[in-house]
Each structure stands twice: as structure tokens, then as C-alpha cells.
């Protein structure tokens, strides 16, 4: 008997430490994703105005349609992860014609408080769920939101290059 209560008591403790453990995992998510919101913040806030239009060479995309991309793939992204349907068509915020730097620093962060949103209701038991991205990826609903968060990254570490082009130093780098 007094075996059947310990092994009891290693399963129950077992179940709510790997349950905490996989709750901390959607908080360091949730975190990941709120660190990057405030620094793309400042790459928006550092390009001057008259700057949003840049172009490094005529073939690239503009400063402002380089983050409405990105805007445009946080949605894409985190909506297949989460099952929240997107308040924005697939590319339609860089097709837009209003890019102005107010419009694009609104359209960018509300693109982050809705995958910020998002991932907050996912469960933990919800991230290694299996699900087919733009109906070709079979990945897990963590790993999207993985390749969300790398592309965003990626697009903003693009961006560094319009800065510099600008004249503007970039924001220091914001790894923790």
C-alpha cells in the first residue's frame, strides 16, 4: 500500500509539474512576443517621416510596406496557429494605399496585440497540436507561432539597412 501512495504521489506530482512546466512555456511565448512589439515600436518611431517611402533599390519594398508585411504575416501566422480569424486579408495591408508613418505604426501594432491576443488563449496542451499552414506545412500550432516570430524578426532586422540609409542609427539590439 504504502508503494501504490508513492507512486500516487510521484504521478500527481509529476502531472502538475509538467503541466506548470507547459503553462511557463505559453508565458515565455506570450513574453517573446511582447519584447519584439515594443522594439519594432522604436524602428517605426526612428524612421523620419518623409523616410517611410525609402526604397533601397526600386525592386525592394518601401519601409513602410516592409513592416505592413510583416504586420500582414503576424496575422497570417499566428490566426492559422490560433483558429482567430484575421481582421486582415493575406498581404492587404501592403497593398493598402494610406502608408503613412502614423497609419503603418497603428497597422503594426495592432498586428502584435493580435498575435499577442491570440497566444494568450492558446492552452498549453493547444501548442503541439498539428495543423496544415497555407495548406502545405504540417506543423505544430508552437511551431508556427515559431515561424512567425522568425519572420517578423527577419523583417525588422531588414529594416535595420532603410534606417542606416536614412541617416537614423538603429535601436539597440533587444535580445532579453
Known amino acids: 500500500m504504502k508503494i501504490l501512495k508513492r507512486i500516487s504521489a510521484l504521478i500527481l506530482f509529476t502531472l502538475f509539474f509538467a503541466s506548470a512546466h507547459a503553462q511557463t512555456k505559453t508565458e515565455d511565448i506570450i513574453k517573446n512576443w ?12 526612428a524612421m523620419p517621416d518623409a523616410s517611410y517611402s525609402l526604397k533601397p533599390t526600386p525592386e525592394m519594398r518601401s519601409f513602410a510596406d516592409q513592416m505592413l508585411h510583416l ?28 502608408k503613412t508613418k502614423a497609419i503603418v505604426i497603428k497597422e503594426t501594432l495592432v498586428s502584435y496585440d493580435f498575435a499577442i491576443a491570440g497566444i494568450k488563449k492558446l492552452t498549453a496542451a493547444q501548442l503541439p497540436e498539428k495543423i496544415k499552414l497555407f495548406g502545405q506545412f504540417d506543423l505544430t500550432k508552437e511551431q508556427v507561432l515559431e515561424k512567425a516570430f522568425e519572420h517578423q524578426t527577419h523583417q525588422r532586422g531588414q529594416s535595420t539597412v532603410y534606417l542606416r540609409l536614412a541617416k537614423v542609427t538603429p535601436p539597440a539590439e533587444k535580445l532579453f
Do not use: I, Q, W
Request: net charge negative; hydrophobic share 25%.
Open 71 to 98: 504586420s500582414d504575416t503576424n496575422y497570417a501566422f499566428v490566426s492559422a496557429a490560433t483558429g482567430e480569424k484575421s481582421p486582415a486579408a493575406m498581404g492587404g495591408l501592403e497593398k493598402g494605399t494610406n
Open 34 to 45: 511582447e519584447r519584439p512589439k515594443s522594439y519594432t515600436k522604436e524602428y517605426l518611431d
